[in-house]
């Protein structure tokens, strides 16, 4: 099976990928949004993904998740039996297989609280169907009570104590963030795709996401990053993508990145 480890020589060239995205091009009728995109994330770290507005960065993490078929191109994620395609999987398939992601533009159940936001996030680890939701029987009161418990768990983890009774849509912005990255996270995830998490933060609370980012980290979860706020971006990244116009234009740490004529040129314009 192609690996995009051979094409890659910034990274360390022998370690494991835990998803590596093959020559991925999406195309939205005339519009190319991702171009022969080739890419890899390695475990424990953080990858980020950047470019300005339009270039594709959403469309590929929306191939990824199974959101939009790739129209052409492999996406592999190694799983205990080995590399996995997955670019033809749905989504709910893609999230049991450890990936979970948060949206650009908010999606929670603005409507529920913000435990029962978390509950949906576990549902796919559960057992009870909708016979045993009406039938009740003691092993889905007991069931019920764990997943309480473990929902609980993840508001804490993500600074959301306190917060469970609240209705989500009446929680500040950068709470309603936190709340998605709860969700995501108690779906079990191995790798977390976070699509601009801090849009729309002051800068104490994007220091609060950072230190959030490293404690997923710490936690064993590998992260794939979106985000605008290049202090964000510079500060946690270990390896960094730049895409523009659907193309990947440049890939490096973040100082190798930060000094390129092309990410400048990219960002500033050719005046710059
Ligand atoms: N569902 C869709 N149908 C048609 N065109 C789309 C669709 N989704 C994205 N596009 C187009 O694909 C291109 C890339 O969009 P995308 O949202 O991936 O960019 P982005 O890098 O995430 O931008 P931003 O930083 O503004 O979020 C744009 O030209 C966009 O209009
Ligand atoms: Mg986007």
């Known amino acids: 099976m192609t690996s995009t480890s051979d094409l890659h020589t910034g990274q360390a060239a022998n370690a494991e990928a835990l998803l590596e995205v093959c020559s991925v091009t999406k195309r939205f009728g005339g519009v190319t949004a991702v171009r022969e995109a080739n890419l890899k994330l390695m475990p424990g770290k953080v990858t980020s993904l950047i470019g300005p507005n339009g270039a ?30 997955i670019e033809q999987l749905r989504p709910d398939r893609i999230t049991r297989l450890g990936i979970a992601r948060t949206f650009q533009n908010i999606r929670l159940f603005s409507n529920l609280t913000v435990l029962d936001n978390v509950k949906v996030g576990l549902h796919p680890r559960t057992r009870a169907g909708m016979f045993g939701a009406i039938l ?39 709470y309603q963030r936190r709340l998605e990255i709860a969700r995501a996270l108690a779906t079990g995830p191995r790798l977390l795709l976070l699509d601009e998490p801090a ?4 800068p104490a609370e994007s220091r609060d996401l950072l230190d959030l980012i490293r404690k997923i980290l710490e936690s064993g979860v590998t ?49 710059h």
């Open 56 to 85: 594709g960065k959403t469309t590929l993490f929306n191939a990824i998740t199974g959101c939009i078929p790739a129209t052409s191109g492999q996406i592999l994620v190694r799983t205990a039996q080995g590399l996995r395609r």
């Open 136 to 174: 009740r029987p003691p092993w889905v009161t007991r069931e019920e009570a764990t997943i309480t418990r473990s929902a609980m768990r993840y508001l804490e983890f993500c600074g959301l104590e306190g917060r469970d009774g609240d209705v989500a849509g009446s929680l500040p912005y950068g």
């Open 199 to 202: 849009a729309g933060m002051n």
């Open 223 to 271: 992260v794939f990053l979106i985000e605008h706020d290049m202090r964000v971006v510079m500060n946690i990244s270990d390896y960094i993508y730049v895409l523009d116009h659907g193309e990947i234009i440049a890939e490096g740490t973040p100082a190798e990145v930060r000094s390129n004529p092309r990410v400048i040129e990219a960002y500033l314009g050719s005046a």
